[in-house]
């Protein structure tokens, strides 16, 4: 017995303080969740690593609808569950195409998000189209605009509602357990949706979130659960996310909502590999550019988060870019600008990026006024302390103290000038954005009117 207790305080021990993890043992922790734990095992953030995160206790493996998660206990392998103080939940993202289990994650739960996010109305015209595209065929248009009809899923996917019921089991079996949520990709959607179904009571119990590169499901959710999202950023639950990753992009639907705290990440573009034929090196980085391949971290660990503003250009200048607007316009790039489901997301962004450059500029020109406000009133207070003295001197007293017009009022104004006018620049390069989308919106239009008289 003696023996056992002797044990069980070394491995207490070498348990590591998960509150005390950087961000990027947090990321390393996420990773974990694509590895092949059995339940008892010990988890450890790093190969060859002495200190542990803890113990595999649940494992689920759910075959009809693609899940798979762990619950990690940051206690010693056989605690009772009532004595277990802080738990893990792990969602793993989708299996790579071709490995077991691969159809349940791609067909049931990211195409159909994909085909909701982009939309029914918009989804059957794009489809409509790449038949057209791919094929003159009539039949095939037909064909293909019958299928849509019937594809266009509403609601949460099966693979959601499973993830929130494994939540639901871990606090139920561990009842006075903190719990951390942590997923990447589907593995994110899936822990924002079971975070997202937590009860008001369950709530106080959700230590954290880290949820990596993983699309926005809060369109999925009913009255209640975006109630609980909204509360879910005081929770300390993050949704981290890299711009360059294509599969991220929908967050900036800001009407959609988000679930917790949005974290836009300061990231790298992803090296291209340089094996392979131009498509699988295209693939290639974009894969690694989802897999934390852009993230930056500190010497001590804390992760790079970008300015808003930064998410906005980026995403800009790339949407034209993909478009056509800018750049060689080759065929390729104009197929690309007749797809009306791109299109639609566009115009939407668009309009957002408009409204947050005007923000911005409403934002400079209060500054401005503050800085010229300041410098008055200093001025002055210090007349009103020097009466006996004369203006120069009292500018020259000023001066000396490093308080002048120009570092207080001209050099500030500057900037914020010159933020003034790239913002304005920006609206404009919207502006025209918004006009090219509609107009080539229009023609796409008119021809689905067409096909659609032919039938």
């Not at 947090?26 to 803890?54: H, I, N, P």
């Not at 790298?268 to 290639?284: N, Q």
């Not at 316009?329 to 408009?354: C, D, F, H, R, V």
């Not at 010229?372 to 009103?384: E, F, K, P, Q, V």
């Amino acid at each position: 017995m003696k023996s056992d207790k002797n044990t069980k305080n070394q491995i207490n021990k070498n348990l590591e303080d998960w509150s005390k993890y950087t961000d990027k043992q947090r990321m390393q922790f996420a990773q974990q969740e694509y590895k092949d734990y059995k339940v008892g095992e010990e988890v450890k953030l790093e190969k060859g690593r002495t200190s542990l995160a803890g113990f595999v206790v649940d494992k689920v493996d759910n075959k009809k609808t693609g899940e798979q998660s762990y619950v990690v206990a940051n206690s010693p392998m056989g605690t009772k569950p009532t004595d277990v103080k802080e738990i893990a939940v792990l969602y793993q993202g989708s299996k790579e195409p071709g490995n077991k289990g691969w159809k349940e994650d791609w067909i049931h739960n990211n195409v159909n998000i994909g085909i909701q996010k982009i939309g029914g109305k918009v989804m059957k015209t794009a489809i409509s189209t790449a038949a057209i595209i791919t094929s003159p065929s009539f039949i095939k248009v037909a064909a293909a605009t019958e299928l849509s009809k019937n594809i266009i899923p509403t609601g949460p996917t099966p693979q959601l509602k499973s993830s929130a019921e494994t939540l639901q089991m871990a606090l139920k079996k561990y009842p006075n357990a903190k719990v951390t949520v942590y997923g990447h990709s589907l593995g994110s959607m899936d822990g924002q949706f079971a975070l997202a179904s937590v009860s008001e009571k369950q709530l106080k119990r959700i230590k954290g979130g880290y949820l990596y590169q993983g699309p926005n499901v809060f369109f999925t959710l009913n009255a209640n659960q975006k109630d609980i999202a909204s509360k879910l950023g005081k929770r300390n639950v993050h949704n981290y996310v890299d711009v360059r990753d294509l599969v991220t992009m929908k967050y900036f639907e800001r009407k959609e909502g988000v679930i917790g705290r949005l974290e836009l990440v300061d990231s790298l573009e992803a090296p291209e590999p340089e094996d392979g034929g131009p498509i699988k090196k295209k693939l290639k980085k974009y894969t690694n550019q989802h897999m934390w391949g852009g993230y930056q971290f500190r010497k001590d660990g804390s992760l790079k988060l970008a300015d808003p503003l930064d998410g906005i250009v980026y995403l800009f200048n790339d949407l034209s870019k993909n478009l056509g607007l800018v750049g060689s316009g080759n065929s390729k790039e104009k197929m690309l600008l007749q797809y009306p489901g791109l299109i639609s997301y566009a115009e939407k962004m668009s309009t957002i990026m408009e409204g947050e450059m005007r923000d911005i500029v409403k934002i400079c020109r209060a500054a401005i006024s503050e800085c010229d406000r300041t410098y008055n009133n200093g001025l002055n207070s210090a007349r009103s302390i020097g009466r006996k003295l004369s203006e120069s001197e009292i500018l020259s007293a000023l001066d000396s103290g490093g308080c002048t017009r120009a570092s207080i009022v001209t050099y500030p104004s500057e900037k914020y000038e010159k933020k003034i006018d790239s913002s304005q620049q920006m609206i404009k390069k919207f502006e025209s954005l918004s006009k090219k989308l509609k107009q080539s919106g229009e023609k796409i239009s008119s021809a689905d009117r067409k096909v659609a008289g032919i039938f």
